[in-house]
């Protein structure tokens, strides 16, 4: 079956421009997840939803971010104002539950000049 | 100090070979673990849970030490396929997040 997309694949930005990196997860999947990844250092926890609800946003690095998932399907993340140090590689994960597996899309890789 | 701790490598080793890859983790109340397998510029792909038991997927053996707080994985007959990262991944205080370890770079050679 189809595994977790996301686009676009690559995006480049402008210091200071808004970018909006969008992710299908698995269908039936439950948990939806966003990490960042930066060069040479695994994955790190953005934000979680549960169908519709984001029940955790501990992770996002400032008030900039914002990610939704209004029907519990599709999730967004947004960067305001991007700056330098948003160049990563962003990875939306999803899985049936809690403690199982997950599975990650390609990721966006941004580049914030 | 990171939640998870694995030694980057890189190990060099020809195909055939054994090779096993540990990793610690920081916290005593985890209750999920896993590798994970990243080739470059890829996302991680879930190479295998890891149980109390121990368990063996092929030529992919997983080991936990909850006393110890150390997971293992072993690599028989390895395969110029395998050449990857390993990325040895522990669920948070959350219980859901991930924590991942920086990676372990195997290169397999010919």
């Known amino acids: 079956g189809a595994g977790v997309s996301q686009s676009p694949r690559y995006k480049v930005a402008k210091r200071g421009q808004d970018v909006a990196l969008r992710c299908d997860p698995i269908s039936g999947h439950v948990s939806l997840f966003w990490y960042q990844q930066a060069l040479g250092q695994g994955p790190e926890f953005l934000t979680y939803f549960q169908n519709e609800a984001q029940l955790d946003k501990s992770g996002l690095p400032s008030d900039r971010f914002f990610a939704e998932r209004p029907e519990g399907s599709v999730s967004t993340l947004k960067i305001q104002r991007t700056q330098q140090e948003d160049s990563a590689v962003y990875l939306c994960?999803?899985?049936?539950?809690?403690?199982?597996?997950?599975?990650f899309g390609p990721g966006t890789r941004l580049l914030v000049l | 100090r990171k939640e998870v701790e694995q030694d980057p490598g890189p190990f060099n080793v020809p195909e055939g070979a054994t090779v096993a890859f540990n990793c610690t983790y920081s916290n005593s109340a985890s209750q999920s673990f896993f590798w994970y397998r990243q080739d470059c510029r890829k996302e991680p792909k879930l190479l295998m849970s890891v149980y109390s038991s121990g368990n063996e997927d092929g030529r992919f053996t997983a080991q936990l030490n909850r006393a110890s707080q150390y997971i293992s994985l072993l690599i028989r007959d390895s395969k110029l396929s395998d050449s990857a990262t390993y990325l040895c991944v522990v669920n948070s205080n959350s219980g859901y997040a991930l924590n991942f370890g920086k990676g372990t770079s195997l290169l397999v050679t010919p």
């Open positions: 994960a999803s899985s049936l539950g809690q403690g199982e597996g997950q599975y």
